[in-house]
């Protein structure tokens, strides 16, 4: 008999600045890092006000894990020490594994418009915080989908789905990251590994996972007690179902460093101020 996960808990995110003021919500916060494991952030901007993202977020380091961005709507660039550089579109998602350390930008390419997406920080096991930086810009006509019989539309980024697979594939952490559109009276059944920690992020309509009502805006915690996630929607629906498997190592974060040690963090600060990062070649992941 298949056990469908319920709903531990709901989380509303906190409002926010980050960059050179951006304002967005962080919806997955320190406090949750160990409960979510490897997963250590995530941020949502959504905004019609050009005063809102313009001023984005300039250079910036960042060491010992990895982010994802997915675009929604609007543009960013990206140009970091490695020597990488793209332009995020929407539906696009840029993977970066920090690594050793590397210094980025991101910085809106618009001046009016909506701009909306997601960053999410997963973090790298002790023994991959110090690889070399790598990075993947994946445009959205690179990102595989399916629609299923109920008219659910839903892409895949990392991970796999009714046999579908997506582009990033990851070690240790095994992610699964799908953003899944829902119309209305629609369900989507997701297995998931029992040990995996999971969420999802619902950030249009409202729907129910597990039975429990989950609004827009809100994050829902799976419960380690089931292989299913089942999620049905009331009127139609987006969110982002994201599960990995958890590293189980001490987490010691300051500021965009998240290593295993308080002497590791020093060393960061000691690497950065020395411009010791983004020394190392481009790398793809």
């Known amino acids: 008999m298949t056990i469908v996960r319920g709903v531990e808990r709901l989380v509303r995110g906190n409002a926010t600045t980050d960059g050179a003021g951006v304002r967005l919500t962080r919806v997955l916060t320190q406090d949750l890092q160990r409960r979510l494991d490897p997963f250590l952030l995530l941020d ?13 977020f300039p250079d910036h380091p960042y060491r010992g894990f990895e982010t994802v961005t997915c675009m929604i709507a609007g ?31 991101e910085m809106p390419e618009q001046v009016a418009g909506r701009m909306e997406g997601f960053q999410l920080w997963v ?10 930086p790598a ?17 659910v539309r839903v892409r895949v980024i990392a991970g796999r789905s009714h046999d579908v697979q997506g582009p990033i594939l990851r070690p240790d952490t095994e992610p699964l990251l799908l953003d899944v559109h829902l119309p209305a009276a629609a369900r989507f059944e997701q ?39 089942l ?15 958890p590293l189980g190592e001490p987490i ?12 590791e963090i020093r060393q960061a ?3 950065f101020q020395r411009g010791g990062f983004g020394s190392t070649a481009p790398a793809g992941l």
């Open 75 to 105: 543009r960013m660039r990206h140009r970091d020490s490695a020597g990488n550089e793209g332009l995020l579109g929407p539906g696009a998602v840029q993977w970066m594994s920090a690594g050793s350390g590397v210094i980025h930008s």
């Open 269 to 271: 600060i000691r690497d």
């Open 135 to 151: 990075y993947r810009d994946i445009p959205a006509e690179q990102i595989p989908e399916f629609t299923d019989a109920g008219g």
């Open 252 to 263: 010691v974060q300051h500021g965009p460093f998240v290593m295993n040690t308080t002497d």
């Open 231 to 245: 999620v049905t929607a009331p009127v139609a629906a987006r969110l982002l179902l994201v599960a990995g498997r």
């Open 44 to 56: 949502a901007f959504r905004s019609d006000d050009p005063g809102d993202y313009l001023a984005g």
């Open 123 to 132: 973090n790298l096991p002790a023994k991959r915080k110090l690889s070399a």
């Open 191 to 229: 297995p998931l590994p029992e040990a995996h920690n999971a969420f999802a992020c619902v950030y249009r309509g409202a729907v129910e996972i597990g039975g429990t009502a989950v609004a827009d805006g809100q994050l829902a915690i799976l419960a380690n007690d089931g292989e299913l996630a």
